[in-house]
């Protein structure tokens, strides 16, 4: 019996799944997916459970239920590609063909006390300890928000709704928000935040973190909380692989998504070192390919000679319930629209997910 091992119930392997469940798994293989938690989380939408507008059951979804998947939980401490083997706490399983889905991790920069002194939205129970230690600060409390990118402004916007009694700091690197996409965009977030009492920091760097400061450009500021949206990196476990990756500790693939020294291996999502900045409709895309790659190699056809392009159609955010921005096929979108097409594409994935 031949085992593929899908390693995280990110976007990228849901849709591998879905892709070759129930159908296109041939006779004589299994499939295990391995993770540290028993549901699939809705990574873009922790924001919301940090905040306090959203609950556990509203960011995560079952697996799904068939009869050919084995599952494992666990946290994944080794992967050794010469021998096939994956070690899951205690336990071992070994594989014929492998995804890494693992996904990522906050990067600090090497900036100091970030890693100790700042909270996080990478994973749920990261994102549900925040907002445990949110809920417990007093009226009149001080939020630091290090980065302005889709995260840090989502976060801002419904923590403004959850939490109308606490300042809250958005710190942006750049000069104006989102400064790599048109001004309209930026213009619109802009004046949200400005209408509903969040300060925006713009040209900031955040050398260092200290309990109750955050220090910016060498000043410190008083704070009574600081989250941290300020970039991120493949977990450690697929750093520290022996492996071609790039300068962001991303993995460098053939056109096929898999490793060149191991083309028994996959890498989707986050991990990956594609042409695009990583997000699930990246990952979802990739997923389809790569399911695609292994129904081809199963049934003995021939692999294209070039692979189609991965094309994002763009992002939605949310500012608040009723406000959002898009950028979609090179249009901006504001307003209420923005907010449903959000809700719309999140209650599609869902609903297209059991």
């Known amino acids: ?71 494992v939980y666990g946290e994944i401490n080794d992967i050794n590609l010469d021998e096939q083997i994956i070690s899951v706490g205690n336990s071992k399983v070994d594989y014929d063909e492998l995804v890494i889905g693992l996904g990522c991790e906050d990067k600090y920069h090497n900036v100091p006390g970030a890693d100790t002194h700042t909270h996080s939205i990478q994973t749920l129970s990261k994102a549900r300890d925040t907002f445990h230690s949110i809920s417990e600060l007093p009226k009149g409390a001080k939020v630091a928000i290090v980065g302005a990118g889709l995260s840090g402004i989502e976060l801002a916007s419904e923590l403004r709704e959850s939490r109308a009694d606490l300042e809250i700091l958005l710190y942006d ?78 993995v460098i693939l053939n056109q096929y998504h898999q490793i060149p020294t191991y083309p028994n291996v996959y890498v989707v999502g986050d991990c990956a070192d594609l042409p695009h900045a990583p997000s699930a409709q990246l990952a979802e895309l990739q997923g389809e390919q790569i399911a695609d790659v292994m129904k081809k190699q199963w049934n003995n056809e021939p692999l294209p000679e070039k692979m189609p392009e991965l094309k994002v159609q763009g992002f939605l955010g949310s500012l608040g319930d009723k406000q959002g921005f898009a950028y979609i096929m090179d249009r901006t979108v504001t307003g209420r629209l923005a907010s449903i097409l959000k809700s719309g594409v999140l209650w599609l994935y869902k609903y297209h997910n059991g």
Not at 49 to 59: F, I, P, R, Y
């Open 173 to 250: 690197r750049g000069p104006r928000i989102l400064r790599n996409f048109p001004e309209k965009l930026s213009n619109y977030i802009s004046k949200w935040f400005s209408k509903h009492d969040v300060t925006v920091v713009p040209n900031s760097v955040i050398d260092k973190v200290e309990p109750g400061q955050i220090f910016n450009n060498g000043v410190p500021e008083n704070v009574d909380l600081v989250v941290w949206t300020a970039g991120i990196q493949p977990v450690e476990v697929v750093r520290n692989l022996p492996i071609d990756i790039n300068n962001n500790g991303r």
């Open 1 to 71: 019996m031949k085992n593929i091992v899908l390693l995280g119930g990110g976007y990228g392997n849901m849709r591998i799944m879905s892709r070759i469940l129930p159908n296109a798994l041939p006779e004589g293989y299994r499939l295990t997916l391995i993770d540290r938690m028993p549901f699939h989380g809705l990574k873009p939408e922790f924001y919301a459970l940090a905040a306090g507008t959203k609950s556990d059951k509203d960011v995560r979804m079952s697996f799904p239920n068939d009869a050919n998947i084995n599952t």
